[in-house]
């Protein structure tokens, strides 16, 4: 059965006034009061119950006249406990005038005593309800607070909530986290930022600076070589141009996802690493080992990840040396031989423009964007990207693929 909307106005109406303090004070006190009354009310129900009958037994051997000893009833004989007249039974109209009286009296005291109380208990009621709710509402206000100090300056600082275990407790810890996460890619963003801009600004420099010297000469095999300096600083800027563009098509994950034969893919890469020119006047190897492995991505993204990889293995590598890429278990793996490389500084690799050396403008060095792009397009795939070092020199770069449960 579709249930009807119901209107904003009536919904309005609804919600108790002022703030979350004030509601829930009213709602605290409220239910206090409404237990307190029904508490008194019942206590006046009962009493006035078995009232009459309890003032006649007390009163009946006081106005008893003397000689006339009333007969006690069978089923009572012998017994010390006084007679109870009842209600409905005939009595002396001075003992029942005077009963009723007495009972009226009575049930007239005990209501007027019970709203007395019931004033009080609804003042102190409210006070408490409206100490409780602070209290409770305590680390709201902290984390408000918090909230609208922070900026792109102080994101340093945390809430760190002295509280005991709860479920604001836990709010203010995820809301620490989550500032942890924030202050990290604030972190990121900001050096990215100023990487990418020394790097433009220096080939930029490095052009101009060429251009110059070449406008200022008249011979040719200078012109010829500041021509090479050039198209060489050119090509730089267009490989870093595009990685840039490739991290942040990455960084906004991906539009769709199509079986890819992760195996397949690695092979062909891999064959024109083997084949390329680097390769060849390094004396650099490329072995591969591949079962079938199918996975759920961007095949684009994915082709330019294992090149990335293979590429990083290439250019950090040493003459004779090799490079080696399996892929087994959902998990693509490059191991490359090279330099040492301190352990400390791996995790520090997957961030933009982070290099183990600094950059020369050599012929064929990268722009520091390879295992960067590799841990996003990872991340655009669910997948997970981690180095280590290995004992002898060079990398080992694993991407695990999420199982075939989580690609569905």
């Not at 209501?111 to 009080?120: D, G, K």
């Not at 991290?247 to 390329?276: C, I, K, Y």
């Not at 591949?290 to 590429?311: A, E, F, I, K």
């Amino acid at each position: 059965m579709r249930r009807l909307p119901v209107p904003r106005a009536l919904r309005d109406r609804v919600r108790l006034p002022g703030g979350e303090r004030t509601r829930l004070t009213l709602l605290y006190g409220g239910l206090l009061v409404l237990a307190g009354a029904m508490l008194i009310g019942l206590v006046n129900v009962l009493v006035g119950q078995g009232l009459y009958m309890t003032i006649s037994t007390a009163v009946a051997p006081a106005t008893s006249r003397p000689g006339d000893a009333p007969e006690p009833s069978p089923a009572i004989a012998g017994s010390a406990v006084p007679t109870r007249v009842p209600r409905d039974q005939s009595a002396p109209d001075p003992l029942k005038a005077f009963t009723q009286a007495a009972e009226q009296a009575a049930q007239h005291r005990l209501l007027t005593i019970s709203l007395i109380a019931l004033a009080a208990f609804a003042v102190l009621s409210v006070a408490l309800a409206w100490w409780m709710a602070g209290r409770v509402l305590r680390p709201v206000g902290v984390i408000t607070r918090t909230a609208r100090r922070l900026s792109g300056e102080n994101l340093h600082e945390r809430i760190a909530l002295d509280a005991p275990a709860g479920e604001l407790k836990q709010l203010a810890d995820t809301f620490d986290e989550m500032l942890d996460r924030i202050e990290h890619l604030v972190g990121a963003q900001k050096r990215f930022a100023a990487n990418a801009a020394h790097e433009l600004r220096t080939s930029l420099a490095v052009q101009r600076a060429a251009a110059e010297i070449g406008l200022a000469t008249s011979d040719p095999q200078a012109v010829a070589r500041i021509r090479s300096k050039l198209i060489e600083v050119a090509d730089s800027s267009e490989r870093l141009i595009e990685g840039l563009l490739l991290l942040s098509v990455s960084d906004q994950g991906l539009e769709h996802r199509e079986p890819v034969a992760l195996d397949e893919l690695t092979g062909s890469v891999a064959a024109e690493h083997t084949a390329s020119q680097r390769a060849r006047d390094h004396g650099i190897t490329v072995r591969t080992e591949t079962s079938p492995v199918t996975v759920q991505g961007d095949p684009v993204l994915l082709v330019h990840l294992v090149r990335n990889l293979l590429g990083n293995a290439l250019r950090y590598n040493q003459d004779g040396g090799h490079i080696t890429v399996t892929v087994h278990g959902r998990v693509l793996e490059v191991a490359n031989s090279g330099p040492l490389v301190p352990p400390e500084t791996v995790p520090y690799l997957f961030e933009p423009f982070r290099r183990l050396e600094e950059r020369r403008h050599g012929p064929g060095e990268g722009a520091g964007l390879g295992l960067s792009i590799v841990a996003s397009i990872a991340r655009a795939h669910d997948a997970r990207a981690t180095a280590e070092a290995n004992p002898d020199g060079g990398l080992t770069v694993r991407v695990a693929f999420p199982d075939p449960k989580g690609d569905e």
